[in-house]
């Protein structure tokens, strides 16, 4: 039951609802009216390779020919094993124009789900972009009954003479060759005759409540609605090559792409890169628009935060290299207006002076006399000044307007220090945007009077990504924004956020139960998530009703699986995992201490509860039974730490409901300090400075577990 008749929608002009379109579409009219040279760009060890959007667009139509002579037909499914680069958009597209539902697969999933993604979806074809992956699944192939062809993306010329597959193997060059023979204008119309808007264009796989992963079905219309709402709503955007997308998200996950959808229509030069050389390729690129998740964007606030205590002072030689004028190295307070407005106008004539003379412009203002607090300007810049310009950017609220002077200060700080940081992003960000999980509002509040404009969003893979997005003037700093064009969003009783749109989804893969459960007889979708609106209308997330939340990398886990082998043990009472919006899985373990005292002093080990819970051999214990239950998890679902509590949970105390399941909520808000421990980066080791090697003198019968390979995550 709604907890109130109040239904939420964009505001005026802040986006179009543009239904009855394909992906395809998408690309057609971007080769139409954008012709771009370089709109993919492929990073290689030789530097970045374009590829324009006609050549894109031939690609995936030899792609799509020679896929139909492999006697795949429309409505087959073909999984996608690959790297988010240039050829993932060519194997998605070439798979849409012959009319198959492609199933993109993560990267960093476990063989044993990648396995039952394939048998779940009967998948006849995969691409898989090299060798190397597919030897490590290969093993375990003989299970997917339905898979008929194998397609590698990346070989060498003599792949065929060093690698003994015995299946039916190709490259993607040899089935691009084969439709390349057999294309011609006629055939491809004929293709694209043949699809419509809501036709099924992909399953994704997420996390399912009992582990196994569960396939989101969406449509073409779901996706290209999707897109066009958010970007027809994002203020100024260009068309063309006018701007520059760095890429580093996985293709495989629904934001990355439906955002490159989005510039595909646009005609934008999108550059492909992945998270280890990302940081690098923002200052190459120098992109105007970047998409990330909060992670990045909290590892490059923390710096920036530490760096002035970091940095170091200046040397006794340094200082005798200063002008010849005596310098005195004071504290930083924050300049007058009059000093503000003299230190904008000696920068100017700074700046006008090092393009002819070339010298650097903190020794040109040290020179200077007249510039403001000159004989400073030293330690300001490297600590005292980056102090004071975090200090002054944490005043800035998104929304408010500044007084004159707080505005002229900000002025300053953009001339010596905020410029400094956009450079971390290229220089040239017109908007950063973030989604995945939520982003600290002195994070957007920092980064945005820097000059850097952070729109964060709010989506599911079953909304085909963006319900609501902060754009323009609705922009407000821990919110999610206001919802996108085509979007209703209301409340429930329990304050879930409920939503309809031509976005959602059509339900779950095989799986009627679960889709009854997701989309009521209404037609609202139940996000699973709690939230409220703001007086002015915008969206913000307070927490949690579903089990299964979000890290700050954008990755799904479900606590459940991992928390119902661990509850198996006679030693554990209850197990909780927590993290949502944090880098990695912890967990709160409430031992049945009853069996674990008795447990102990049959190992020689009788104290107190107290010490009991912080003893090594106990905390090896517990230990291996996590690493037990990780196994069969991706990697990043992995519980990293835990903390054993001497507690009892139960119904009197609110910690179990009256059907004796975990209140989450209360849970996270009584051991919100034994939480917060487990994330601090300086954390002590569980068991104090004890080795593995003295844990097991001390621990004879200390237990460990080695996971099979298999149900690992793959090695990508």
Not at 99 to 113: A, F, R
Not at 228 to 242: E, H, N, R, V, Y
Not at 575 to 587: I, L, Q
Not at 624 to 647: G, M, T
Request: hydrophobic content about 40%.
């Amino acid at each position: 039951m709604l907890s109130t008749n109040k239904t939420y929608r964009a505001p005026p002009n802040t986006g179009e609802v543009i239904l009855g379109r394909t992906l395809l579409s998408l690309l057609d009219e971007a080769c139409d009216r954008f012709p771009n040279s370089s709109a993919f760009n492929q990073f290689t060890d030789t530097g970045w390779q374009p590829l324009s959007n006609h050549e894109l667009r031939t690609a995936a139509a030899e792609l799509a020919l020679g896929l139909l002579d492999l006697e795949l037909k429309a409505g087959d499914c073909i999984a996608l094993l690959m790297h988010s680069d240039v050829k993932f958009c060519i194997a998605d597209m070439g798979s849409l124009l012959a009319g198959l539902v492609n199933v993109p697969i993560d990267l960093t999933q476990t063989i044993e789900h990648i396995i039952f993604i394939l048998q779940h979806t009967e998948a006849k074809a995969l691409i898989i972009s090299n060798l190397e992956l597919l030897a490590q699944i290969l093993p375990y192939l003989e299970n997917t009954t339905h898979l008929q062809t194998i397609i590698v993306a990346d070989v060498s010329d003599d792949w065929h003479q060093q690698h003994k597959i015995g299946m039916k193997v190709f490259s993607l060059d040899e089935i691009r060759s084969q439709g390349r023979d057999k294309n011609s204008e006629f055939r491809i119309k004929e293709l694209k005759a043949k699809i419509i808007a809501d036709d099924l264009a992909t399953i994704i796989y997420i996390p399912g409540i009992t582990g196994e992963p569960q396939g989101v079905m969406l449509t073409h219309e779901n996706l290209s609605a999707n897109a066009l709402a958010m970007f027809t709503g994002i203020p100024d955007l260009k068309f063309g090559s006018q701007e520059v997308i760095l890429s580093f998200l996985p293709l495989t996950h629904v934001l990355a792409r439906v955002f490159v959808y989005g510039h595909i229509n646009y005609g934008h030069s999108i550059y492909f890169s992945n998270a280890n050389r990302v940081l690098k390729h923002l200052k190459e690129v120098q992109p105007t628009i970047f998409a990330t998740v909060p992670l990045l964007l909290e590892k490059v606030y923390a710096k920036l935060i530490d760096v002035g205590d970091k940095h170091p002072k200046p040397s006794k030689k340094v200082k005798e290299n200063l002008p010849h004028q005596r310098v005195t190295i004071l504290p930083f307070r924050f300049p007058t207006a009059r000093e503000a407005k003299t230190a904008l106008s000696n920068l100017r004539e700074a700046t006008l002076k090092l393009s002819t003379t070339g010298r650097n412009l903190k020794t040109h203002l040290l020179s200077s006399r007249n510039a403001i607090s000159a004989r400073q300007l030293y330690l300001p810049i490297s600590q005292s000044m980056m102090k004071w310009a975090v200090k002054l950017a944490q005043k800035y609220e998104l929304g408010k307007k500044l007084q004159h002077h707080d505005a002229l200060m900000l002025k300053v700080a953009d001339s010596f220090v905020f410029s400094q940081w956009r450079a971390v992003f290229g220089g040239n960000i017109k908007y950063l945007i973030s989604g995945g999980a939520a982003l600290k509002p002195e994070i957007v509040n920092l980064f945005a009077a820097a000059g850097i404009k952070i729109l964060q969003g709010y989506g599911l893979t079953e909304t085909s990504s963006a319900v609501s997005c902060n754009r323009s003037q609705y922009n407000r700093a821990g919110t999610v924004g206001v919802p996108i064009a085509g979007v209703e969003v209301t409340l429930a009783e329990d304050g879930e956020i409920l939503t309809k749109s031509p976005y959602n989804t059509q339900g779950y893969y095989k799986n009627t139960a679960a889709t009854q459960q997701l989309i009521d007889v209404q037609g609202w979708l139940h996000t699973g998530d709690l939230g409220e609106f703001t007086p002015d209308g915008f969206l913000k997330i307070t927490g949690l009703k579903k089990s299964r939340f979000k890290l700050s990398t954008g990755k799904y886990v479900t606590p459940q699986p991992i928390e119902s082998k661990l509850e198996i043990s006679p030693l554990i009472a209850h197990a909780v995992t927590v993290g949502a919006d944090c880098k990695f899985c912890s967990m709160l373990i409430f031992p049945d201490l009853e069996n674990l005292h008795q447990q102990a002093i049959a190992s020689g080990i009788d104290v107190s509860t107290e010490e009991l819970l912080q003893h090594p051999c106990i905390i090896a214990l517990y230990q291996a039974l996590v690493d037990e239950a990780n196994c069969h998890l991706p990697y990043w679902s992995n519980v990293k730490r835990f903390q054993l509590i001497n507690f009892n949970l139960t119904v009197e105390n609110g910690m179990l409901t009256s059907t004796q399941e975990v209140n989450r909520v209360k849970i996270l808000e009584v051991f919100a300090q034994e939480i917060n421990a487990m994330y601090e980066e300086k954390r002590a080791a569980r068991a104090g400075n004890v080795t593995i090697e003295q844990i097991n003198d001390l621990c004879p019968a200390n237990q460990t577990f080695s996971c099979p390979t298999f149900a690992q995550s793959l090695n990508s």
